[in-house]
C-alpha cells in the first residue's frame, strides 16, 4: 500500500501522498470557506492510514481558509466498516 510505503521512507510514496493531501486539503479548504461546517467526516480507502493522512490534510487547508479558526473545525475520520449503510 501507498501509505505503508510513505511511512517506511519510500520517496515516490510520499510524493503521491503528499500530492493526495493537497488536494484534499484544497477541497476542505474551499468547502469550509463556502460552507462554514462545523465538522467534516472523511470516510472511505484513504482514511485507513489514520493519523498519518489526516495529519498531512490538517497542515494543508489551514492556509488557504478564511472562515473559521482551526480549533472550532472537527475533522473526523470514519471506517467504510463502521459506517452505518440503509
Known amino acids: 500500500m ?3 510505503a510513505a511511512k517506511e521512507g519510500d520517496h515516490l510514496a510520499q510524493s503521491i501522498v503528499e500530492k493526495a493531501a493537497d488536494y484534499i486539503g484544497k ?3 474551499i468547502t469550509i ?3 462554514d461546517p462545523e465538522q467534516i ?3 472511505g480507502g484513504l482514511t485507513l492510514s489514520g493519523d498519518f493522512f489526516i495529519d498531512m490534510i490538517k497542515k ?3 492556509s488557504i481558509r478564511c472562515v473559521m479558526p482551526e480549533e472550532m473545525l472537527k475533522l473526523l ?3 467504510v466498516d463502521s459506517m452505518l449503510l440503509p
Open 2 to 4: 501507498v501509505f505503508d
Open 27 to 29: 477541497g476542505l479548504a
Open 33 to 35: 470557506n463556502m460552507l
Open 41 to 43: 467526516i472523511l470516510c
Open 60 to 62: 494543508r487547508y489551514p
Open 77 to 79: 475520520l470514519v471506517k
